[in-house]
Structure formats: structure tokens, C-alpha cells
């Protein structure tokens, strides 16, 4: 489970790089489209404002100065090479249809990233909340493995007043005790002492070391004077007695704790794998249309690279045909 937590950190890490990556580093035109988006920008009246000559023609120097209320940063050599793009005839004038063309393609661009760059951040959410709920899987199933231990230490080696009051609460033993003990056959001083005690409870079952027996012993000789009244004895009995009920009673609640651990563990441990195979699901996605862009991106700049040379080759042909013909 913690390996599980570490891949999901790692993906949600490599998600976060992505974003970082997408959104860093920016060129001028993808500067210029993030600013139009993200502001809003009505493109019909932003070219009016920037057709200050009202020709429908747009100079470079106005270019210049309409950029950089967009971009306070924009170096001129960048706005001079944006502006090369448009100004292709190197008139140093545009067509505002040609400006507006271009920042309409710079827009849908930005709004593109801006997508794919919060699709990112979400699958980091992702892989983060995996990784957190994995740490709680790990958690519980620690909690329910401690508690397992503790149940079975308290069944396994349950408090020494304990057994022998399981002992006593059996059929017979009870009295078998009793015909062991000489202040309950009216025999002695009326009271009984470590030694016959001891010797009693081994007798009828009980197994224990001496350390557990002298521990008993003392407990139940509150008056510690060495032996036992036959008051003292009366209300040890019942001690004992009460203390195998109560040793039964927390191992039943113990043994619901932990059955509504792993209960907890189970459901939890079910969720993080559907929801890990859905992240799956939707990273192949992201994964798909990324190769998507990439191909259309690839099959525009051949064909953008390809378009000036058919031009020319269509030009030459005619030209030939116009010289055959005279």
C-alpha cells in the first residue's frame, strides 16, 4: 500500500511538471493570445480602437503600441517579429482582416492550453487524492492488525483473576474450589494462606506462574496480612468471577472493533482500486488526445511547408505556358 501511495505521488508529481512545462516559457504569441482570452477581449472592437486612420489598415508602429497595453514585457524585437508574420510584403501596413485573422487563431490557441493545462492540474488532483486515500488504506490496515494483536493477546493470555474466574464460572469448579479452600469446610483459623491458595487454585486448573499467583494473591488480600478472611475470600471470588465476564466482554467488543476495521479497510481499499481504474481510463484519454494534437500539429506544418513550393512549381508551369503561347 505505501508503494501504491509513492506511484501516485510520482504521477501526481509528473502531472504538476506537465503543467509547469505548458504554462512556462512563453513566446510572444502565446503571450498575446493568454492576455486576449483571458480578458475577454471582443476582437471586432479592439481593431476598431486599433484603426485609429479608420482605413482598415494597421501600421507597424501602431502594432508596436497596441501590443504593449497587452504586454507591458513585450521586447520590440519580439512584436517586430509577430509583425514580420503579417507584414509579409514588408510594406510596414496590415489589413486589419489579416491582423484579425492572426489573433483570432492566437485566442483559440490560448484557450486550447488553458484546457489541456486544467486537465493536467485535474489528473494531479487525482493522482494527489490517491495517494491520500492509499495512506488511509495503509492506516487502517495498521489499525486493524494492532487490534488483532491486542485480541488475540487477551485471548491467548488473558489477566490471571480472569482465567480463574472462567474457572469458577464453570460447572463444578466452584464448588470443587471450595472443598479445597478450609474456611469454606469451617476448618483452621478461618482464614487461608498464600500457600493454600495457591495450592487450591492449581488444583482445579488454573495455570499460572508464581509471579502471576503471588500478584493474585496480593490483590485479593487487600488487608495484606498474608492470608485471606473468609469476608476477604467471599468478595475475592466474586472479584474473580466479575473479572472473567469483563475479560469476555472486551474481547467481544475487541473483536467488533476489529471486525468494523476491516470492514472499513475492505470498502475504503475497493474505492481507491475503482477509482485508480478510472484514473487509468481517463489518463489513456488525456494520453490519446494528446497524440491527436500532435499529429494535427505535425500534418499542418507539412502542409504549411509544402504550400510555398506547390506556389512556386505552379508559377514556373505558368509561366512556361504563357512564353509557349507567344
Known sequence: MQALAQEQLKKAAEYAAAVSLSTGNKDIEARLGEALHSRGVDLKELLKEWDKSGDSILRKMDFRLQVRKLLLSAETSAIDALWSKLDTSRTGTCELKTVSKML???????????????????????????????????????????????????????????????????????????????VSRGEGSGSVSRNQF???????????????????????????????????????LKHLMDAAGSADGEALKSAKFVSELRKSFKTSHTALLQAIVEDDIEAQRYREEAEARETDGKATAEAKATAPAAATADGRVGAGQRRRSV
Do not use: W, Y
Open 198 to 236: 495457591t495450592t487450591a487454585v492449581k488444583t482445579i486448573g488454573l495455570q499460572a506462574d508464581a509471579g502471576e499467583l503471588d500478584e493474585l494473591f496480593a490483590k485479593l488480600d487487600e488487608a495484606a496480612t498474608g492470608t485471606l478472611e473468609a469476608a476477604e475470600l467471599k468478595k475475592a
Open 104 to 182: 483570432r487563431l492566437l485566442m483559440a490557441r490560448a484557450a486550447d492550453v488553458g484546457v489541456r493545462a486544467d486537465k493536467t492540474r485535474a489528473m494531479a488532483r487525482r493522482h494527489q487524492e490517491r495517494a491520500e486515500q492509499a495512506q488511509h488504506c495503509l492506516a487502517a490496515a495498521s489499525m486493524a492488525e494492532q487490534a488483532e494483536t491486542r485480541l488475540a493477546r487477551m485471548r491467548d493470555s488473558p489477566p490471571v483473576d480472569a482465567r480463574l474466574g472462567a474457572l469458577l464460572l464453570r460447572k463444578n469448579a466452584k464448588d470443587d474450589l471450595a472443598k479445597l479452600l478450609p
